[in-house]
T-cell receptor, first 112, second 115 residues
């Protein structure tokens, strides 16, 4: 079945540091890929998505590129802020968007 | 737009009692709602998918008689944990999807603790 593997956290960074959170997936067909963010005490919010190979999703300074050859969708940001502290989930959806399969989540802690 | 609420945000109950959790789409009509369970440091596990007016579809390994799901209107779905036991303690999250749409909008979750 489909699965998503993402790096374990917490990832601890200083403000303005470069962020990478790795995500790889296993799926049949051509899934869509997503990054969700969960701030403390809140629900999951869609951060960005990509629906086909080589697509780049971007939002709020975050970006991720759908790499079919390496089955990866790594999340990057050039300069993190304290307000980026949250848990980040990588997810995929099979063709038709019927269901989402999530990774375990990676907690990001950014200190001033 | 696309706000989903859950109530209660947390609940503590005694073993053997039943607990109902509500999931509401506040500003859109949700033809499909999803219920997830999240264990500490684990991913969200889909429990069931419900379409308004029809029976929920449960994922393999999820007891439908234990976790009763009702999706009686386009803005409300409920999850009832019947005869709860300590092993049912978890974080339950719902999401909702508009008719014809692809994106799921998530609620803030409900923390259930069974003593």
């Amino acid at each position: 079945g489909d699965s998503v593997t993402q790096m374990e956290g917490p990832v601890t960074l200083s403000e303005e540091a470069f962020l990478t959170i790795n995500c790889t997936y296993t799926a049949t067909g051509y899934p869509s890929l997503f990054w969700y963010v969960q701030y403390p005490g809140e629900g999951l919010q869609l951060l960005l998505k990509a629906t086909k190979a080589d697509d780049k999703g971007s939002n709020k300074g975050f970006e991720a590129t759908y790499r079919k050859e390496t089955t990866s969708f790594h999340l990057e940001k050039g300069s993190v802020q304290v307000s980026d502290s949250a848990v980040y989930f990588c997810a995929l959806s099979d063709t038709g968007y019927s269901t989402l399969t999530f990774g375990k989540g990676t907690m990001l802690l950014v200190s001033p | 737009g696309a706000v989903v609420s859950q109530h209660p945000s947390w609940v503590i109950c005694k073993s053997g009692t039943s607990v109902k959790i509500e999931c509401r789409s506040l500003d859109f009509q949700a033809t499909t709602m999803f219920w997830y369970r999240q264990f500490p440091k684990q991913s969200l596990m889909l429990m069931a998918t419900s379409n308004e007016g029809s029976k929920a579809t449960y994922e393999q390994g999820v007891e439908k008689d234990k976790f009763l799901i009702n999706h009686a209107s386009l803005t409300l779905s409920t999850l009832t944990v019947t005869s709860a036991h300590p092993e049912d303690s978890s974080f339950y999250i719902c999401s909702a999807r508009r008719g014809g749409g692809n994106e799921q909008f998530f609620g803030p979750g409900t923390r259930l603790t069974v003593l």
